[in-house]
């Protein structure tokens, strides 16, 4: 008798198992050392039957990319909920990114270190679907960026297109003028990546402290980068 075809459900979540596969793979042993060959035989199937859920090694890493967005946006939406306050749920976010970063650090890999040529072969041939997931990544950070902000002062004027920045003006009586905001945010940003870098990296492990209160004390003080707390800004 005939094997009965999967649902569509059921593929989903085939090929789900495959691309956290692939991620496990990629984050024991690199990115560039992924073969279909060698991801079919750690999940349990001929490279055949894998080449029917992923017909080339290209569509898997487009299609992983977007699972790893989708998690990582799991990740950020489920630490800010029931939240109120803008610095707390920025900080929830960004050590939930940090987690989602530690947790799978092949789709982390893939998705902001990937090779060379697969980075712009995403962007040639995936410039749209690329540029879509990274911001519905960021909207969510932008809005709790600009929320913090207003809360604390600062007047902000809307973007100049649907998908710009907003303006901010007066918000010299904060501690730093409106040109050294967004250099602000960056520097956040930076710290945040770089972070996900060293702990995944174990160079954290060397300054001979318990791990996880370090990473929250790091995000915590990246934040108050973003817009010192007051009484930090009259000390100055």
């Known amino acids: 008798m005939p ?11 085939l090929k789900n198992r495959i691309m956290d596969e692939a991620a496990q793979v990629m984050a024991a042993q690199g990115i560039e ?7 079919a035989s750690s999940a349990g199937m001929t490279a055949a ?33 029931g939240m109120d306050e803008p610095r707390d749920k920025l900080a929830a976010l960004l050590k939930a990114a940090v987690r989602f970063g530690r947790d799978w650090t092949g789709y982390w890999e893939l998705m902001v270190h990937p090779p060379l040529q697969l980075r712009t072969d995403l962007e040639t ?22 929320d913090l ?13 649907g998908a710009g920045m907003p303006g901010i003006a007066g918000i010299d009586q904060q501690g730093f003028g409106a040109n050294t905001v967004w250099v602000r945010m960056i520097t956040l940003l930076t710290n945040t990546h770089g972070l996900i870098d060293l702990y995944n990296h174990r160079m954290l492990e060397q ?11 790091l995000i915590d003080a990246s934040v108050d980068i973003l817009l010192p707390r007051p009484q930090a800004v009259a000390g100055h």
Not at 207 to 217: I, K, M, Q, T
């Open 33 to 39: 050392q992924l073969s279909m060959r060698a991801l």
């Open 49 to 81: 039957n894998l080449y029917n859920y992923f017909p080339s090694k290209r569509l898997l890493f487009v299609e992983t990319t977007q699972r790893g967005y989708t998690l990582l946006d799991a990740y950020t939406e489920a630490s800010i909920a």
């Open 207 to 217: 300054f001979d402290v318990e791990v996880p209160p370090l990473v929250d004390a």
């Open 3 to 13: 094997r009965q075809a999967f649902s569509a459900d059921e593929v989903e979540v």
């Open 125 to 146: 041939e995936h410039s749209d679907l690329i540029t879509d997931l990274r911001q519905r990544t960021s909207n969510r950070m932008i809005s709790l960026f600009t």
């Open 149 to 161: 902000l207003s809360r604390s002062g600062v007047t902000l004027t809307p973007p100049s297109s």
